[in-house]
């Protein structure tokens, strides 16, 4: 059943991708899609469509983002290449990606559409690296646009094991530009049984695992659930270092009370199917 299930919908995972390419390279032809905020716009209506079709149930605590006059930052934990799915499901947003996303089939050509900011990590084969005033430069623009401009400070996925020390690196822009900044965080949970699966392994992407069968297993889990808690309190620093530290210490505190409820709401269902189970 998993094997069924994980080849249908990887299926119309990419038969929606290029529905989405489709749309959007029209649009551009007759009605002026550009990419920037409207790209963004329409990137979040057909997020909101293959986050449906997949199967996922995606719930929200807290106010979405709303943009001040001056632009805004919103930093989260990172599990998943989900992750950014999910976030674009439930609000436009301008994000935050390694350069290397930009190559990435569908997905490269989707997410430029958005007005994404991509930035080197590091050198690159035959590349340039940035230098932060062009960083600085591609996030003022961003943060111009009129939407939440969306980064993860870990600056590369894990296992939902821990927070990562935040890199300080796209701080620079917030600070030059003093744009506010909040916190939001998010956890995956299994809600049906998965015979071997867990979230650590088969959700999050992490690690040395590679993209193609993590994603054939992940599309196969039943009863996928994520939940973001948004925090609409600014953070404070008076540098990179305290805004850091700062927009850290606000993510534990929301993915603990994340991890937490959700535990105890798998808890609770389990309880009720070997009560139910019983009782048959």
Known sequence: MKLVRSTLRCTLFVALLLATCVDG???KLFFGLRPGPKGAVWVHRWCRRIVRALGVVCEVEGRPPIVTKHGLAVVSNHLSYLDILIYSAVTPFVMVAKSEVRSWPLLGWITAQAGTVYVQRSDL????????????????EAFRSGLPVLFFPEGTTTDGSEILPFRRGLYHSVLADDIPMTTAALAYALDEPNPGATVANDVCYWGDMVFAPHLFHCLGLHGLRTRIRFDST???GDDRFALAIHSRQSIVALYTD???????EQSAYETAEHESIATA
Do not use: W
């Open 25 to 27: 390279h029209i649009r």
């Open 125 to 140: 084969k035959g590349g340039r690296t940035q230098t932060h005033a062009q960083v600085n430069a591609a996030m003022r």
């Open 234 to 236: 600014r953070v404070e």
């Open 258 to 264: 994340l991890q937490t409820a959700l535990a105890v």
